[in-house]
């Protein structure tokens, strides 16, 4: 039986969701408290931690991006973004502090706020030469398009003129965003109904495809999106499909092409870094300890390493072996930022209000 992650689901009422219909999952919500903690290890140990496999090792430092709480607070690290100038950004649901400006020492820069306690999806585009970030928000129910100083150039609300919401919304609860070669945008509504919406540059919809199901060109919490332009002549969309436990790659206009499966890995989202494709597996096992590791994978899609796993990455007849948590590097990573040097910072969500780490490349 496959477990929910539409972990953001929100209730208006008993007696509307019974006069709707609508059936609610079980959700673990961030304030909930998780019920083992990983491993203790000596300060030795800690900072000499290598993880990751083959060429695709680490140095762990959880330190990196650790801030005084009361100046600098969080509730849960989602994702992270590099602009053009090497500044690190992280969107957090603290509505104190929903983008945070690291450089690549941890310094934090600067920060701003939309208000939002929702804050989810951050992706960063180059448009004309100026960068955009696209913010989503599951709870607030919309996408928000900002330049780099938190001014809002757009404004998405649910999508009405699909017919497939409410008039309240409530079921628009967008995770993630992706833009096209042509500036078109694509919005993955990853704890709603599974729609994939491909929107132009001033915020009408112009396509839609997925939906929640079992088919091919079907999502069961489809989390994540990205562009996958390794191929520039044909690029793709590669999403998540996360409780099937796999991730789907699909053309511009939503044909579906290829099916990934990734047993035992609840897929975030794919972040493109030169040849190969990572992504954070926030889940390998349960949703109520902390758990958690990232994935390398090759431009064929082979698993190459597995950091925060115990384990390299095995396959037998072809077909990938569930990954096994290491039980101390992670606690429920959330997303995957690699720099030009090809470190990664790892934002984790329902985490303790832990600030994100780093590994560095060995």
């Known amino acids: 039986m496959k477990k929910s992650t539409n972990r953001r689901s929100f209730i208006k009422s008993s007696a509307a969701l019974a006069a709707s219909g609508l059936i609610l999952p079980n959700i673990l919500t961030s304030c909930e408290t998780k019920t083992e903690a990983p491993a203790i290890i000596g300060k030795a140990e800690k900072e000499n931690h290598i993880i990751g496999h083959g060429d695709f090792k680490y140095k762990l430092n959880k330190d990196w991006g650790t801030q005084n709480m009361q100046k600098t607070p969080v509730m849960d690290c989602h994702e992270m973004v590099q602009d053009k100038s090497g500044r690190l950004i992280l969107a957090t649901n603290h509505p104190k502090n929903n ?62 003129e699909t017919g497939k919401y409410l008039e309240d919304g409530l079921w628009f609860n967008p995770t993630e965003t992706t833009v096209a070669p042509n500036g078109n945008f694509y919005v993955a509504d990853g704890y709603g109904h599974n729609y994939i919406l ?80 990572y992504f954070a597996v926030i889940v390998t096992k349960s949703w109520y300890v902390y758990d958690g590791c990232l994935a390398v994978l090759d431009k064929n899609n082979k698993v190459l390493s597995f950091p925060g796993a115990l384990s390299a990455p095995e396959y037998k007849e072809g077909i990938l072996q569930q990954p096994e948590y290491d039980d101390f590097s992670f606690l429920s990573p959330h997303d995957v930022c690699i720099d030009q040097d090809e ?16 590994l560095e490349r060995v």
Not at 118 to 124: A, E
Not at 240 to 266: A, V, Y
Not at 344 to 358: A, D, K
Request: proline content about 4%; overall charge negative; some cysteine.
């Open 198 to 277: 491909e929107y132009d540059q001033k915020g009408n919809v112009v396509n839609m495809f997925g939906g929640k199901g079992d088919g091919d060109e079907h999502f069961d919490c489809c989390h994540g999106i990205t562009l996958d332009d390794r191929d520039k002549s044909n690029p793709t969309l590669l999403i998540t499909s996360r409780s099937q436990q796999e991730f789907k790659r699909f053309t511009l206009d939503g044909k579906h092409i290829e099916t990934i499966i990734m047993p035992g890995c609840w897929i975030c989202r794919p972040v493109i870094k030169g040849d190969n494709l």
């Open 99 to 160: 983008i945070i400006f690291y450089d690549r020492s941890g310094k934090v820069l600067k920060t701003w706020t939309l208000g939002l306690t929702g804050t989810h999806g951050l992706t960063i585009s180059d448009e004309g030469g100026e960068e955009f970030l696209y913010i989503t928000s599951n709870v607030e129910h919309k996408v928000y398009k900002t330049d780099l100083n938190g001014k809002v150039i757009l404004e998405i609300n649910y999508p009405k």
């Open 343 to 358: 470190n990664i910072f790892v934002p984790q969500w329902n985490s303790g209000r832990t600030y994100p780490l780093m």
